[in-house]
């Protein structure tokens, strides 16, 4: 669970969930979902997390969609959507 605050009052909740598959010692997925309210908007984010471990090295993909219910106006379910792809080195 995080929050962010900002001017006295809270601009950002998230409630993650989550469900780890290790498909292999060096295969890994996660799908995930959760609660996310920013600035009085509620979402239901829908996503799925890859990552590869090779060597000491470690690449991953991220994969998400916001969600956005009861939009009045705003986003709709697939107008928030997220790709990024990461790597990390451990030492």
């Known amino acids: 669970m995080s929050a962010r605050l900002g001017n ?24 995930h979902s959760g609660f996310r309210e920013r600035d009085s908007a509620s ?4 996503g799925v997390d890859v990552m590869l471990e ?4 470690d690449l991953g993909a991220m994969f998400d969609v916001g969600g956005q219910f009861r ?7 697939f107008d928030e959507f997220r790709f990024r792809v990461f790597t990390q080195i451990r030492v």
């Open 8 to 31: 006295g009052s809270t601009t950002e909740f998230n409630l993650p969930l989550g469900l780890l598959f290790q498909f292999t010692p060096r295969v890994s997925a996660t799908l």
């Open 43 to 46: 979402f239901v984010p829908f």
């Open 54 to 57: 090779t060597g000491h090295i």
């Open 71 to 77: 939009p009045d106006g705003g986003p709709g379910y």
